[in-house]
């Protein structure tokens, strides 16, 4: 395994959203803390960074991120603190722990990074981004990709490939949309926690992104570039900011995520000892909902302090990233991040979890993505720009 960065903080990227108060899906207690709340899948965030700061024995963060709603209010006075300091009311944010910002414009939002250092230290960045529509952040259905080009009009990667509507599609959404274009990388990328856990060690995503860039840059401007990333069994894992989603035997497929290769089973709490099938308890703030994908069945763990893990690193894979089910061929780490519009899209049936194949990865194909900024688009790859690895 790699070695570990000598230093390093635990974060994640989310979009906080005034637009987001009239969603009913992110009022859902299922992804949120609370209704009408601008913070795009707070819920999901928490219980992310609350997994890693367990993995890593962070003992301080763990405490501090415990409660849900306190997260919440706390990260809503940085908020109101930016906005009032730059003038703004209603851009959305990303709230983001880092420093850098993406270019402005009119009409934007901001972003919101929360970071944590081993002691406990919470610090938030902000930093606007563009506005997209609700149907961006919460979608119905993954649009089918397009037919074969055996029609007069064919979208052209060299425009930016414009997006051809499926049923449900709403057209003006397309144009206010992101679109990518993606590259398959050029090498894989190998396996650690920092792959499987969001932390600040990220130099790994940044040499994929400066080995793969595209042959061709794209004319349309706002088109947004994406690195899919494979492992060393040659399987894809997931974007270099985001999840991935392919079609595949007439569905939509994500890439299973993995489980750190040394974290072992809790010795006091074997497989299903703490388990109820039970319903979800209403605002519990310290457990939240494990949902397998396929079964539909919650589970609520009585004490998630005394497991230590929630559940979520204990065999078999308790389900609420999915269940990390892997090719013979591939070790249990070998996955990608536990992204949180992918937790959604699984919860949502919008896809199912399957291993994808690097060599089944075509030029031309039609793939989504998500994250928790910029929610949900579709993107096409396109060749990497040919080097020494290509």
Known sequence: MAA???????????????????????????VSFSSSTPFYMLRYHRDRMLEASQHFEWAEVAKK??????????????????????????SPLKVNPSSQTEPNSNNTHPQVRVLFNRSGD?????????????????????????????????????TGGALVLGPGDAANTSSSSPSWTLTVDTAPTPTSPHTLLKTTHRAHYDAARARSVPATAPAATGTLHEVLLWNS???????????????????????????PNNVSSPSSSPSGEEEED??????DEEQGTITTSSDHHHHHHHHSSKLGDEGELREPFAGRWGHSIRSPKAVAGAGGQRGTTRRWALKKGLCMEEPVARETVAVGEWVWVSNGVRGFGLGRVVEAKKGKEG
């Open 4 to 30: 570990q960065p000598a230093s390093f903080s635990l974060f994640t990227s989310l979009r906080h959203d005034p637009a987001l108060r009239s969603s009913p899906e992110n009022s859902s207690d299922v």
């Open 65 to 90: 991120l415990a409660d849900g709603k306190e997260l919440e209010s706390l990260l809503n006075q940085e908020v109101e603190s930016w906005r009032s300091k730059n003038g703004d009311t209603e």
């Open 122 to 158: 919470m610090q938030t960045d902000m930093a606007t981004t563009p506005a997209i529509p609700l149907s961006s952040l919460y979608p119905t259905s993954f649009t089918p990709p397009p037919p074969p080009p055996s029609k007069p009009f064919t979208p052209s990667p060299r």
């Open 233 to 259: 069994v040659g399987e894809m894992t997931e974007g270099s900011f985001t999840s991935a989603y392919f079609y595949r035997g007439g569905r939509w497929v994500t890439p299973p995520v993995g489980v």
């Open 278 to 283: 039970v319903g979800r308890v209403e605002g």
